[in-house]
């Protein structure tokens, strides 16, 4: 049992998964029940298995016995160990937060939404252990097939943008299909080891290279890297509030994992960086993804969508720390793996929150009010606003130092001017917020009628206290990015800086 | 130079097949047309996992008596056939998620079309 604790996770997810219909046939509440405890399940095995990586090495485990490279294996090195453990705590905590959102924006379809999220983290946690090419590609497709149902369920819209994603997301695997496609024929293997150690023999290879250009387009649609990111504001902007609080810091993080993991520790920095110049493309493309993302931000009016806008620039902070090729870039990026899953779960549950309480997430309409009507919400904001600026000491701040210092490294200035100029966009979509919520009074106060206003409000059911079960969430996960800014030396030292890529 | 042309004709056929379904994706007004599209593309890799595994004087990956056990060179490859069963199991999954996804948009906006779709979208 303990052995085989790098297979436990996926096996856990998929079992549960398939057993919440069966088991929540009488009352559908048992669904959310077996939900959080699968995700507790995954989480204690995945702590697990990060303390047994960070004590002995990486860990491997053969499907059925069959050695690699004809088997199916599933390699667990501190990278992988720590972007499943990343992936199963947000997961988890989200789900804390949808029991008391009470499926209020998935109209009674709890029972097979739970199962798809469950299903989702299956992908999610196969995709990252995986050390098999095409067992990567199944995996994709339980996780981004999960991810459509997920953003359909949701508002009027929702299907319109799922189907847009759908479109786009299976044109991505199918190119990384035929990437690896290209790749068995000229190594006639699918392990990602024994590929790697195949590779060096071929590199003049045209295949090769068509395959690493596949791969990469196929993985970028999914990461919604720059002029790939179509299908994202939509679907975020119009899945109901717990996909979004999942699939945003969860679905693009897994796409950045795959393209870090086939570039660097398939195809080799060296080819990937020189033979083909792919990182530099990557990283120019980040670069201008970063700035589109944030200016478009500035432009929306919706919160959820503003906040997917950002989600597309700070997915080019990591394709700039990927593209870099470089260690601290690689440190940075891996890092904002982490700290971005924190802080956009965050500021997704604060976006609900509001649409809970008030129906509307729309920032014009924002004021005082809020913050009177959701103290702690607020507080959380603005905290995870803080680190997505990148204030020190919250969490952002690192891993955004460790993007520039790469970027003077590399010696790019412009790259070092782009990161500097969209930490102040992110200030002025974030501020416009923040201005609102604590500067702003509400429009009753101004016209003067006080009294009718307080006693509406204390009528309603909308004010006064703030739900415990959608509060504590979104302020664990905040406070959490204090705590990771503080830790962040450990994190690099303990865990990021084992397994940097060889040739950096 | 036709030896390249001739000696070549599946890929030629795959790669045609590849851009008729990229180009109904990319193209086509109609979502059901767009799955189409899909499904051609996802049927292009999938004819081209098969087609590389071609091998001329050789049998199907079933031991022969004739053939024997010792020389793997008399029996194609099985490989890419059982992953193909693996894609083709996906390519029906995607297929189902994506008309249940067309369902559920033509019971909202009565069209598919897409860009009626648009038109009712910003009028709602």
Same mark, same amino acid.
């Given at each position: 049992?303990? &052995?085989?604790?790098?297979?436990?996770?996926?096996?856990?997810?998929?079992?549960?998964?398939?057993?919440? /219909?069966?088991?929540?046939?009488?009352?559908?509440?048992?669904?959310?029940?077996? @939900?959080?405890?699968?995700?507790?399940?995954?989480?204690?095995?995945? @702590?697990?298995?990060?303390?047994?990586?960070?004590?002995?090495?990486?860990?491997?485990?053969?499907?059925?016995?069959?050695?690699?490279?004809?088997?199916?294996?599933?390699?667990?090195?501190?990278?992988?160990?720590?972007?499943?453990?990343?992936?199963?705590?947000?997961?988890?905590?989200?789900?804390?937060?949808?029991?008391?959102?009470?499926?209020?924006?998935?109209?009674?379809?709890?029972?097979?939404?739970?199962?798809?999220?469950?299903?989702?983290?299956?992908?999610?946690?196969?995709?990252?252990?995986?050390?098999?090419?095409?067992?990567?590609?199944?995996?994709?497709?339980?996780?981004?097939?999960?991810?459509?149902?997920?953003?359909?369920?949701?508002?009027?819209?929702?299907?319109?943008?799922?189907?847009?994603?759908?479109?786009?997301?299976?044109?991505?695997?199918?190119?990384?299909?035929?990437?690896?496609?290209?790749?068995?024929?000229?190594?006639?293997?699918?392990?990602?080891? %024994?590929?790697?150690?195949?590779?060096?023999?071929?590199?003049?290879? /045209?295949?090769?290279?068509?395959?690493?250009?596949?791969? *990469?387009?196929?993985?970028?649609?999914?990461?919604?890297?720059?002029?790939?990111?179509?299908?994202?504001?939509?679907?975020?902007?119009?899945?109901?509030?717990?996909?979004?609080?999942?699939? @945003?810091?969860?679905?693009?993080?897994?796409?950045?994992? *795959?393209?870090?993991?086939?570039?660097?520790?398939?195809?080799?920095?060296?080819?990937?960086?020189?033979?083909?110049?792919?990182?530099?493309?990557?990283?120019?493309?980040?670069?201008?993804?970063?700035?589109?993302?944030?200016?478009?931000?500035?432009?929306?009016?919706?919160?959820? #969508?503003?906040?997917?806008?950002?989600?597309?620039? &700070?997915?080019?902070?990591?394709?700039?720390?990927?593209?870099?090729?470089?260690?601290?870039?690689?440190?940075?990026? *891996?890092?904002?793996?982490?700290?971005?899953?924190?802080?956009?779960?965050?500021?997704?549950?604060?976006?609900?929150?509001?649409?809970?309480?008030?129906?509307?997430?729309?920032?014009?309409?924002?004021?005082?009010?809020? #913050?009177?009507?959701?103290?702690?919400?607020?507080?959380?904001?603005?905290?995870?606003?803080?680190?997505?600026?990148?204030?020190?000491?919250?969490?952002?701040?690192?891993?955004?130092?460790?993007? @520039?210092?790469?970027?003077?490294?590399?010696?790019?200035?412009?790259?070092?001017?782009?990161?500097?100029?969209?930490?102040?966009?992110?200030?002025?979509?974030?501020? =416009?917020?923040?201005?609102?919520?604590?500067?702003?009074?509400?429009?009753? &106060?101004?016209?003067?009628? %006080?009294?009718?206003?307080?006693?509406?409000? =204390?009528?309603?059911?909308?004010?006064?206290?703030?739900?415990?079960?959608?509060?504590?969430?979104? *302020?664990?996960?905040?406070?959490?990015?204090?705590?990771?800014?503080?830790?962040?030396?450990?994190?690099?030292?303990?865990?990021?800086?084992?397994?940097? /890529?060889?040739?950096? | +130079?036709? $030896?390249?042309?001739?000696?070549?004709?599946?890929?030629?056929?795959?790669?045609?097949?590849?851009?008729?379904?990229?180009?109904? +994706?990319?193209?086509?007004?109609?979502?059901?047309?767009?799955?189409?599209?899909?499904?051609?593309?996802?049927?292009?890799?999938?004819? !081209?996992?098969?087609?590389?595994?071609?091998?001329?004087?050789?049998?199907?990956?079933?031991? $022969?008596?004739?053939?024997?056990?010792? $020389?793997?060179?008399?029996?194609?490859?099985?490989?890419?056939?059982?992953? +193909?069963?693996?894609?083709?199991?996906?390519?029906?999954?995607?297929?189902?998620?994506? !008309?249940?996804?067309?369902?559920?948009?033509?019971?909202?906006?009565?069209?598919?079309?897409?860009?009626?779709?648009?038109?009712? +979208?910003?009028?709602?």
């Amino acid at each position: 049992m303990i &052995q085989n604790s790098p297979a436990l996770v996926p096996l856990l997810l998929l079992a549960t998964a398939i057993a919440i /219909p069966v088991l929540a046939i009488k009352k559908t509440g048992v669904a959310y029940l077996v @939900a959080v405890a699968a995700a507790i399940g995954s989480v204690a095995i995945s @702590a697990y298995n990060m303390f047994r990586v960070w004590k002995g090495g990486p860990l491997t485990y053969h499907f059925g016995g069959w050695m690699p490279p004809i088997g199916i294996e599933y390699v667990l090195d501190s990278l992988s160990a720590f972007v499943a453990l990343v992936v199963n705590v947000v997961a988890f905590i989200v789900l804390c937060h949808a029991g008391g959102l009470k499926g209020s924006d998935i109209s009674g379809k709890s029972v097979p939404y739970y199962s798809l999220v469950l299903l989702f983290l299956c992908g999610a946690n196969g995709i990252v252990m995986t050390g098999d090419l095409f067992n990567l590609y199944v995996f994709l497709e339980i996780f981004s097939l999960a991810g459509y149902g997920l953003i359909g369920i949701g508002e009027k819209q929702a299907p319109v943008a799922s189907f847009r994603y759908l479109i786009m997301g299976t044109v991505g695997a199918s190119f990384y299909l035929l990437g690896i496609g290209f790749l068995y024929i000229v190594t006639g293997s699918l392990n990602m080891a %024994d590929v790697r150690d195949i590779l060096p023999h071929i590199h003049g290879n /045209p295949a090769v290279a068509a395959a690493l250009s596949l791969i *990469v387009i196929g993985v970028g649609i999914k990461m919604a890297i720059f002029p790939l990111q179509g299908w994202l504001p939509d679907a975020y902007t119009y899945a109901p509030s717990t996909s979004s609080a999942l699939v @945003a810091p969860i679905g693009t993080k897994i796409a950045a994992y *795959v393209l870090i993991r086939i570039m660097f520790f398939v195809f080799g920095v060296k080819f990937v960086s020189q033979s083909l110049p792919i990182t530099d493309l990557i990283a120019w493309l980040s670069a201008i993804g970063i700035i589109y993302g944030s200016v478009m931000a500035i432009a929306q009016n919706e919160m959820k #969508r503003m906040l997917a806008y950002s989600s597309i620039a &700070q997915i080019g902070y990591i394709g700039l720390g990927i593209g870099l090729a470089n260690p601290l870039g690689y440190i940075g990026a *891996v890092l904002h793996i982490l700290n971005h899953a924190f802080m956009k779960g965050a500021l997704f549950l604060v976006a609900a929150n509001i649409r809970k309480n008030s129906g509307h997430s729309d920032i014009s309409k924002l004021d005082a009010s809020y #913050r009177k009507k959701l103290p702690w919400s607020m507080a959380a904001f603005t905290l995870a606003a803080l680190s997505m600026i990148g204030l020190p000491p919250t969490a952002g701040f690192f891993s955004k130092w460790y993007l @520039a210092l790469g970027a003077i490294d590399k010696g790019n200035w412009v790259f070092l001017a782009v990161i500097l100029i969209s930490s102040l966009l992110n200030a002025v979509y974030f501020f =416009r917020i923040l201005e609102k919520v604590y500067l702003v009074p509400p429009p009753a &106060q101004k016209a003067g009628e %006080d009294l009718p206003a307080e006693t509406k409000n =204390r009528e309603g059911s909308l004010i006064g206290e703030e739900k415990y079960s959608l509060m504590i969430p979104a *302020v664990v996960l905040s406070f959490s990015l204090l705590l990771l800014g503080l830790l962040n030396a450990n994190i690099v030292k303990g865990i990021i800086q084992r397994i940097i /890529p060889l040739g950096m | +130079m036709t $030896d390249f042309i001739l000696g070549h004709y599946a890929y030629w056929a795959i790669i045609f097949l590849l851009i008729l379904g990229l180009y109904g +994706m990319i193209f086509k007004n109609n979502l059901v047309k767009k799955l189409i599209g899909m499904t051609i593309l996802q049927v292009a890799i999938i004819m !081209f996992y098969v087609a590389s595994a071609v091998k001329w004087s050789a049998t199907v990956p079933v031991l $022969d008596p004739l053939a024997g056990a010792a $020389d793997a060179a008399k029996y194609i490859s099985p490989l890419q056939h059982c992953l +193909m069963l693996t894609a083709i199991v996906v390519g029906v999954a995607t297929s189902g998620v994506a !008309f249940s996804l067309a369902i559920a948009i033509y019971r909202r906006y009565k069209t598919l079309n897409e860009s009626i779709l648009l038109e009712r +979208m910003k009028s709602s």
